[in-house]
């Protein structure tokens, strides 16, 4: 498995974090359900049986017994909202602000600390085994399926096959479906039982057919590495078994939030520009709380959001997670979650105002006074997604003004007044 490719399709299909985050008050996108969407049940196409018919031939000449691509595809069949979704990915990146707005929310934090809780013996002998802390296994499996909640309902067979036959990228797409029948092959679980996100990663952490075949364990010693039942446990060893192979070092920091002195040279900044914390200290760079850096080796500092936003000093640990998913979000999201359930607080430094000007706090307070105007956000979390500019539109629209569903400082104005 290349990690280039696990790193996309965390991105593109598995939507951890992005279902997580969707499913949020006045975000975009993500629904606990996604059978239910439009589009998820097989329609005929005869292009698709086509295509099906002459893939079998070349899954036969990869040791695909018949028995098993007669059993897989029995039920599959061709899925508009598969392409649907591949076709119209929205293309836009969160501030880091946003996104651990959501990622490290109050609700995902009280979840985490009551599933650390639920299954500590079985994350304690996880990370006995592979090394990895139970609140950095945790945190994957909060930011890549809601703790369990959101693990995805499509039939994976079905959209593999779907995105092999029509989507952008064809043969990276059959190669997951070859994958995924070797895995039925080897009677982890049933077609029936295999589903997940549309673009078929599976299970509480949302594996892709390849990287299962490659770092799933089977820990609970049942004779099936199941990442799909109820019972977590395969899953989250499994998870800790990549990232141990990914280079984790136990007891050392992903990262910490540190203080950039005044005339700070930014050029300097970035991965793959590590310095010994002892370097990074001499030209004035201090914890967040003004103390003196760890020493965990070379590490390089990150601004995710620019000069005036946090600053972090990154280690190891950050690439173990990065070969999860390269975003440096989602890698930032995994590391502060980690650090929230084991009882760290909040970051210390603030976020600069947005494009608009707002800051966190008047985004919150534009999303209380449009939902109390009667324009519902259906929630206050100060970002601004899907719902939050349709609640924008609704309320210039009555107020006779251009529909933007942009936000901004004046808009604040005319609801405060």
């Known amino acids: 498995m290349q990690v280039k490719r696990r790193a996309f399709i965390l991105g593109l299909g598995a939507f951890g974090l992005s279902a997580c985050v969707g499913g949020g008050g006045s975000t975009s996108g993500g629904t606990v359900s996604r059978a239910a969407d439009p589009g998820m049940s097989p329609v005929p196409n005869a292009g698709f049986d086509a295509w099906v018919n002459a893939y079998k031939s070349r899954a036969a000449g990869r040791g695909i017994a018949q028995s098993t691509l007669d059993s897989a595809f029995r039920s599959a069949g061709f899925l508009p909202g598969v392409v649907e979704r591949d076709r119209n990915q929205t293309e836009f990146t969160r501030t880091l602000e946003d996104y651990l707005a959501i990622a490290a929310s109050p609700d995902r934090i009280a979840k ?24 950095v296994v945790t945190a994957v499996w909060g930011l890549e399926s809601q ?16 995105l092999a036959y029509d989507g952008r990228r064809g043969a990276f797409f059959e190669q997951q479906l070859t994958a995924a029948l070797r895995i039925l092959q080897n009677g982890d679980t049933t077609p029936a039982n295999m589903t997940g996100s549309w673009a078929g990663a599976m299970g509480h952490t949302q594996f892709i ?43 050392q920091p992903w990262g910490i939030e540190v203080r950039l002195p005044a005339g700070f040279n930014t050029a300097i900044t970035g991965r793959g520009k590590g310095r010994n914390p002892a370097d990074w200290s001499a030209l004035g760079v201090a914890t967040a709380d003004g103390g003196r850096l760890p020493n965990h080796g070379s590490g390089s500092i990150l601004l995710p959001q620019g000069a005036n936003g946090p600053a972090f000093l990154i280690f190891n640990n950050f690439n173990a997670i990065a070969r999860y998913n390269n975003a440096v979000n989602y890698v930032i999201g995994v590391g502060h979650l980690s650090d929230r359930l084991r009882g760290a607080g909040p970051l210390r430094a603030s976020f600069p105002p947005d494009s608009a ?43 006779g003004l251009p529909a933007t569903g942009e936000p901004s400082l004046a808009l604040l104005q005319m609801l405060r007044g």
Do not use: C, N
């Not at 600390?113 to 994350?123: C, E, S, Y």
């Not at 693990?151 to 067979?157: A, F, T």
């Open 209 to 251: 057919p390849t990287s299962y075949l490659e770092y799933a364990v089977d820990f609970t010693g049942d004779g099936r590495r199941d990442i799909w039942s109820e019972d977590p446990t395969d899953s989250l060893a499994s998870t800790a078994a990549y990232l141990s192979r990914a280079g984790w070092r136990k007891g």
């Open 112 to 135: 985490g600390r009551a599933a650390l809780a639920r299954h500590r013996g079985t994350l304690a002998a996880v990370e006995s085994r592979y090394g990895v802390e139970a609140e």
């Open 357 to 399: 000007g707002l800051t966190m706090a008047d985004r919150q307070d534009l999303q209380r006074r449009l939902t109390a105007a009667g324009f519902d956000t259906e929630g206050s979390d100060g970002v601004i997604g899907a719902k939050t500019r349709a609640a924008i539109e609704g309320f210039q629209r009555a107020r």
């Open 147 to 162: 703790y369990g909640e959101r693990r995805g309902s499509i039939p994976v067979i079905s959209a593999l096959a779907t």
